[in-house]
């Protein structure tokens, strides 16, 4: 069964200090690669696509990458607005409509 | 302005009612979902519709009817509430269904609490 799993669950940082999250991924046949940023009681907002293993995105303090079994989205010296939970998807190439199957997502708190 | 908008925010009905949510987004695109997030913020696919057209249909108890009256409209409705139905529930929309730049973007959600 193809399976999103995103770790670790939670995460406290330091401002300013660096870290990475990890998005795994059992998938046969990856159409995409999608980051999410979810704030408490709003809905997801959209960060990143990635399409192919060794592609990178950044913006602001967030860098995506991807390779053949996961992605990371590293941060670089977070600040206290960069807290949320950060969720990842898979597309897949399935029959003529694709959906996102999502992970249970990363609870990042950054610390002043 | 608002790009995907839901009504209303926050629902709290008695088991057995019938509720509606609606969903608008005015980014003129083709492809519009609906979404649960449960308790421990696990977020799943319901349905998906393409120009009208209902394209994606996971399991989901019958008592679920989405109904797409143009493809900027998107709503929800909901027969014989159940407990287990609580959750939040999120609208989005995409470009296209399929290819490159269908990204989603989603609207701000419906917390829907069954008493």
């Known amino acids: 069964e193809d399976q999103v799993t995103q770790s670790p669950e939670a995460l406290r940082l330091q401002e300013g200090e660096s870290s990475s999250l990890n998005c795994s991924y059992t998938v046969s046949g990856l159409r995409g690669l999608f980051w999410y940023r979810q704030d408490p009681g709003k809905g997801p907002e959209f960060l990143f696509t990635?399409?192919?293993a060794g592609e990178e995105k950044e913006k602001e303090r967030l860098k995506a990458t991807l390779t053949k079994k996961e992605s990371f989205l590293h941060i670089t010296a977070p600040k206290p607005e960069d807290s949320a939970t950060y969720l990842c998807a898979v597309q897949l190439y399935t029959g003529a409509n694709s959906k996102l199957t999502f992970g249970k997502g990363i609870t990042l708190s950054v610390r002043p | 302005d608002t790009a995907v908008s839901q009504t209303p925010k926050y629902l709290v009905t008695q088991m057995g009612n019938d509720k509606s949510i609606k969903c608008e987004q005015n980014l003129g695109h083709d492809t519009m979902y609906w979404y649960k997030q449960d308790s421990k913020k696990f977020l799943k696919i319901m349905f998906s519709?393409?120009?009208?057209?209902?394209?994606i249909n996971e399991t989901v108890p019958n008592r679920f009817s989405p109904k797409s009256p143009d493809k900027a409209h998107l709503n929800l409705h909901i027969n014989s509430l159940e407990l287990g139905d609580s959750a939040v529930y999120f609208c989005?929309?995409?470009?296209?269904?399929?290819?490159?730049?269908?990204?989603?973007?989603f609207g701000p959600g419906t917390r829907l609490t069954v008493l």
């Open positions: 519709y393409n120009n009208k057209e209902l394209i």
């Open positions: 989005a929309s995409s470009q296209a269904a399929l290819g490159r730049g269908n990204e989603q973007f």
């Open positions: 990635l399409y192919s």
